[in-house]
């Protein structure tokens, strides 16, 4: 019923992303390198940078500054306030000097074209990713999938979390984690003192 390791590490990405400051797509991401995990990212504004989450838009609608500067969906990167999860979890493990040559990615967005070339370059090994980019550029996507075979990444493949795995998982969220499974069992101490009082 646990979840498998990949479930584990795109789960933690999961929860990464619950600290993104972008109103358009909430993601997190995950480095690990034998099963242990070497930096996250979230995608977000720069340090001392306004964060979009914080403001709304002039109709009250969720505040986007690329949206905002009536950029369209072509030209966004150049506009967006937010850096991805991916850039930042490479941007976290150098401010740390970590090194991820020969990791995995766990992320909750599939790359864009951008930073396939980051983790090409970063040379990440795997890249597990839990929803399709769902691009609507035919030219875009059409060079976006070629970038990914000239990554030459070993494993590039959506992750699904199995219902048992979320079943096992989610009542550890709502909750106090560490209640006991099992009583309390008794000292040694204890067991004595009862089997003093049984021999009087």
């Not at 993601?27 to 242990?36: D, H, P």
Request: aromatic share 8%.
């Amino acid at each position: 019923m646990r979840p498998s390791w990949n479930e584990y590490f795109m789960l933690i990405a999961k929860l990464v992303s619950t600290r993104s400051t972008c109103n358009s797509r909430p993601t997190g991401a995950v480095l690990v390198k034998e099963r242990q995990i070497l930096a996250t990212g979230y995608n977000g504004s720069m340090p001392g940078a306004p964060h979009c989450i914080d403001q709304v838009m002039p109709d009250g609608s969720p505040y986007c500054h690329r949206r905002a500067l009536q950029i369209a969906d072509m030209d966004k990167y150049n506009f967006c306030r937010a850096s991805h999860a991916e850039a930042n979890a490479i941007a976290q493990a150098a401010k740390h000097g970590i090194a991820i040559k020969g990791a995995s990615l766990y992320v909750t967005l599939e790359p864009c074209y951008v930073c396939i070339k980051l983790l090409a370059t970063a040379q990440i090994e795997r890249v597990f990713f839990e929803l399709s980019y769902d691009s609507r550029d035919e030219v875009r996507d059409k060079y976006w999938k070629q970038a990914v075979e000239e990554a030459g990444f070993k494993e590039y493949r959506q992750l699904a979390i199995t219902p048992e795995a979320l079943a096992f998982v989610l009542p550890n969220l709502k909750q106090v984690t560490s209640t006991r499974r099992l009583p309390a069992t008794e000292s040694v101490s204890e067991r004595r003192l009862i089997g003093a009082v049984e021999s009087d």
